[in-house]
């Protein structure tokens, strides 16, 4: 209920509150909040539907299970912002590169697009949900494995171009599975070749707010912790609502995975989660990252 406080013109008459759009008397309104007050159903149902469309998963995996029928969806509501991740890999790739693998690689879309302009011929996706990803019969290949099992994969192949992208890694639950995943990375890139990752950035003041953002960063200084970043990440599907584990990390954090990992930071480009468009501050936006195995 709004207040809204109006008087008569002639400044005698009784004052006037807006219930729901109506203007009514004060004596109106009273009984009108008295009626809701009362109804001891009133809310309930919303209530209850939101407790019914609400899913959280531990596994991210299972979680995308159920979102892979409207993923493309998602996909085009955040098209401005992977545009933008996928000009300025494509901006990076080194000439000449054979081979791309996709880690975390969702319907494979994006490496098959990536790979056609890059001129890249063999492709392997990575993915582990089989609702995302079904099945292919056009030469590329699939693993089914997560991320941090990629060490135990049987081939040694080495790739020219990988692949992580749209917070992959921030799926992955804990430092020590992560640095796994990093580790098993860095033995499949070739020589010569480039690791593309992007992750969402903690202190993107830009998206997440100025106010969350600095309460972040003193958390971060006063009580810091591998957890810090750890998020419940969810979509809004209408009727329904997905969740599961997720994490956002730092610049820091990123170094220091990589670094353990015996990768190189070559570059790394700010990107505004709303536009695609390159930023100059880290507060404006997520992180990619280019990396190069190091000597």
């Known amino acids: 209920m709004t207040r809204q406080g109006h008087v008569r013109a002639d400044g005698a008459g009784p004052k006037s509150y807006r219930v729901r759009g109506k203007l009514l008397t004060a004596k109106d309104a009273k009984k009108t909040r008295k009626r809701r007050k009362d109804d001891p159903g009133n809310g309930d149902a919303a209530r209850i ?38 000009r300025e890999i ?10 791309l693998l996709d880690i975390g690689a969702g319907d494979g879309r994006r490496a098959l697009r990536l790979a056609s302009t890059a001129g890249v011929r063999r492709i392997v996706l990575l993915e582990p949900s089989a609702q995302m990803l079904s099945a292919r019969t056009d030469g590329v290949e699939i693993w089914r494995c997560q991320a941090e099992d990629l060490e135990c994969q049987a081939s040694a192949e080495e790739f ?16 020590t599975r992560r640095s796994r995943a990093m580790r098993g990375i860095k033995q499949r890139l070739s020589e010569n070749g480039r690791f593309f990752m992007d992750v969402n950035h903690r202190y993107n003041a830009r998206a997440y707010g100025v106010v969350p953002t600095m309460a972040r960063i003193a958390r971060d200084v006063l009580l810091p ?55 100059r501050s880290g507060l404006q936006g997520n992180l990619l990252y280019v990396f190069r195995r190091r000597a």
């Open 160 to 175: 020219d171009v990988i692949i992580c992208l749209w917070n992959v890694l921030g799926h992955i639950k804990g430092t």
């Open 49 to 86: 539907n939101a407790v019914r469309a609400e899913e959280h998963f531990q596994d991210p995996v299972l979680a995308y299970d159920r979102l892979a029928r409207i993923y493309r969806k998602i996909a085009e509501k955040r098209q401005l912002y992977l545009a933008g991740v996928e």
């Open 225 to 279: 912790s591998g957890k810090n970043g750890d998020v419940v990440a969810s979509w809004d599907l209408g009727a329904e609502r997905i969740s599961t584990y997720g994490h956002v990390f730092t610049h820091r954090e990123i170094v220091r995975l990589a670094e353990s990992a015996g990768l190189k930071m070559q570059e790394r480009i700010v990107i505004d989660y709303d536009d695609g468009r390159v930023r």
């Open 90 to 99: 494509l901006a990076r790739i080194p000439r000449g590169s054979q081979s």
